[in-house]
């Protein structure tokens, strides 16, 4: 995953709304989104190691994970980043206690940033900080920096989320218009990340198209009274693959 934003309203009947896009090589083998016969997680599949980039699960839980994006430190060896996402779908640790026990092994990971929701609290783990986060109500954002870095892209994107909630609900497609977005930032508001200026140019977008490189999943996801809803549109070099939408009812005791 490499753009997150949200509205974190915890005392609403519809606390959270999620949009994100994943980024990806169109060679690394995916599966969409669906429910897994492993541990009841509803989300795409990466079929490479195993893991996933977004997900929830039945009991009112969610995960998301993006990587920070620093190619000097990056190890062949590392563990897969998406188990952690799976594995906090598929215990019931509250998101303070996981994020807690996940300190001390952070740093065997290339570098991410994990936001967690537990049904109660949204948190995030910065892992090359070793920081937890209590993340604050209203709009938030995260990309391939620690949170909230006001990237180009992801001020643009929590910028026109937080103009659509002052208007009115966002519907799918207002919120997938978002994320769809190609617009390159100029190269004097660019981030130094250690990539040659083309590349960093083309990440800057929300939505990114290269020849082998690209955005492969747009998501919306929405934790109503009692259910969550999950959109999630795939996509190729060629350009839609799927769309699909699920709606879970949930099973919190």
């Known amino acids: 995953m490499c753009l997150i934003a949200w509205n974190w309203q915890p005392h609403s009947p519809a606390p959270l709304l999620l949009i994100a896009n994943r980024d990806e090589f169109y060679a690394r083998p995916t599966a969409p989104l669906h429910w897994w016969q492993d541990g009841g997680v509803l989300a795409g599949r990466d079929l490479q190691a195993g893991g996933t980039w977004l997900g929830v ?17 990056q190890r062949a060896d590392a563990p897969s980043r998406g188990d952690l996402v799976s594995a906090f779908l598929q215990t019931d640790t509250s998101a303070g206690d ?23 609290s949204l948190m995030g783990l910065e892992s090359r900080h070793a920081r937890v986060l209590t993340l604050p109500p209203g709009i938030g954002a995260v990309s391939n ?16 989320l937080q103009a659509l909630h002052e208007q009115e609900p966002p519907s799918d497609a207002q919120l997938l218009a978002l994320l769809h977005n190609p617009s390159v930032a100029p190269d004097a508001d660019l981030p ?15 939505f990114i198209t290269l020849p082998d490189y690209g955005t492969r999943a747009c998501s919306v ?20 693959t799927h769309t699909a939408k699920i709606a879970t009812k949930l099973t919190v005791s």
């Open 57 to 73: 699960s039945r009991g009112g839980r969610l995960a998301a994970l993006t990587n920070h994006r620093d190619p000097a430190s």
């Open 98 to 120: 996981y994020l807690g026990a996940l300190l001390e092994r952070a740093a065997n990971y290339n570098p991410f940033n994990l936001l967690v929701f537990d049904g109660v």
């Open 145 to 160: 920096a620690d949170f909230l870095t006001p990237w180009p892209k992801l001020s643009r994107l929590s910028g026109n």
């Open 192 to 206: 130094v990340t250690g990539l040659s200026l083309e590349f960093e140019r083309a990440l800057s977008a929300a």
């Open 221 to 240: 996801v929405r934790f109503e009274p009692d259910s969550i809803q999950f959109l999630e549109q795939g996509f190729d070099a060629s350009g839609v």
